[in-house]
């Protein structure tokens, strides 16, 4: 757990499975053996920063229910500094999303939500430039981001809409801008799914986790 929440987020997808420890399956443990052995092949991973350009920005994502047995969605967002993760988080959302579309928009709230504190942390430290712009939040699902512009919700469901002002007014405020980033970009993806070798190593490079030379 310290790994994941420290220094390692190319595994906080995986760790997040540990919810299963109290009843594993033989899946789970096959799971275990393998992101041991991905820790061993790349213990001497770390986290690295640039100097410049010392900007915070954020990824945002989610996939919506991809187990049949289960009813709710995982999402997942990393904020960089300098071309190296800052802060990041990979969890099962508290309540059921009906759409693609819908479990996005959870995920930008827990987003938004991060980076207005780190917003405010920013705006603590004596030596950081004042004031601090709204903090860029890339997203790969167009439909959310329309919907998070737009001024009114037409929907239905109360926990969207109470998302929905609160990602409104955090837009109104200049704490947040959202805009479209492709997939195969967005950093946030490997928090929430499990994805092939060459992508997590491609995508955990984005987020400054290097072999130390």
Same mark, same amino acid.
């Given at each position: ?135 860029? %939040?890339?997203? @790969?699902?167009?439909?959310?981001? /329309? ?7 037409? $929907?239905? !469901? #109360? ?16 704490? %947040?801008?959202? @805009?479209?980033?492709?997939?195969? /970009? ?7 799914? $499990?994805? !092939? #070798? ?16």
């Amino acid at each position: 757990m310290y790994i994941m929440n420290c220094t390692r987020p190319d595994i906080a997808y995986a760790v997040n499975q540990s919810r299963f420890t109290s009843n594993p399956s033989k899946n789970h443990w096959k799971g275990l053996i393998r992101v041991l052995r991905y820790l061993k092949y790349t213990s001497n991973y770390g986290l690295h920063y640039m100097r410049y350009p010392a900007v915070l920005e954020g990824y945002s994502d989610a996939n919506w229910i991809s187990d049949s047995k289960d009813t709710k969605s995982t999402s997942g967002y990393v904020f960089t500094i300098g071309g190296g993760a800052v802060s990041w988080k990979s969890s099962k959302q508290t309540c059921i999303a009906r759409s693609t579309m819908e479990s996005e928009f959870i995920a930008l709230d827990k987003a938004g939500e991060e980076a207005e504190w780190l917003r405010n942390f920013l705006e603590d430290i004596p030596c950081w430039t004042k004031p601090v712009p709204a903090i860029m %939040i890339h997203c @790969d699902s167009q439909s959310a981001i /329309e919907r998070a512009q737009s001024g009114m919700y037409n $929907g239905k !469901s #109360r926990h969207i809409r109470r998302r929905h002002n609160t990602i409104r007014q955090l837009i109104s405020s200049g704490i %947040i801008s959202i @805009d479209y980033i492709k997939s195969k /970009e967005n950093l946030a993806d490997p928090l929430t799914k $499990g994805l !092939s #070798r060459d992508q997590v190593y491609c995508l955990s490079r984005g987020m400054g986790l290097k072999p130390d030379n």
